[in-house]
């Protein structure tokens, strides 16, 4: 009979599950947006190969701010009618996607 209890004591041991707590990996994904830093210039420190520039693609356009980063690259904030915008220029004049 103990062996009987023994046995039974022994299986239903077996089958049950013990609670183990996994602990998830802290995953962190961090975002870095590398921009490159434009620090504001006066219109008139603009190149002329720019504003000729601009004046052949967009005629009705009309600079509001300029600003330029170390690469010698150049952001113009422009207007043309009731649209605003951004395009980006290097020094020579060409124009460049960002």
């Known amino acids: 009979m103990k ?7 022994i ?3 077996s089958l049950t599950s ?5 602990q998830a990996p802290n995953t962190i ?3 870095i947006s590398i921009e490159d830093e434009y620090t504001e ?3 008139e420190e603009l190149p002329a190969a720019i ?3 601009l004046k ?3 005629p009705e356009a009309v600079i509001t701010k300029a600003y330029k980063n170390e690469k010698a690259q150049y952001k113009l904030d422009v207007t043309v009618g009731d649209k605003v915008g951004n395009l980006f220029a290097n020094a020579d004049g060409t124009w460049i996607k960002q």
């Open 56 to 58: 052949k693609a967009y």
């Open 41 to 43: 210039i006066k219109l």
């Open 18 to 22: 013990f609670a183990s707590t996994t």
């Open 51 to 53: 504003t000729e520039a």
């Open 11 to 13: 299986v239903l041991g």
């Open 3 to 9: 062996k009987l209890f023994l046995s039974a004591a």
């Open 29 to 31: 994904v961090k975002t």
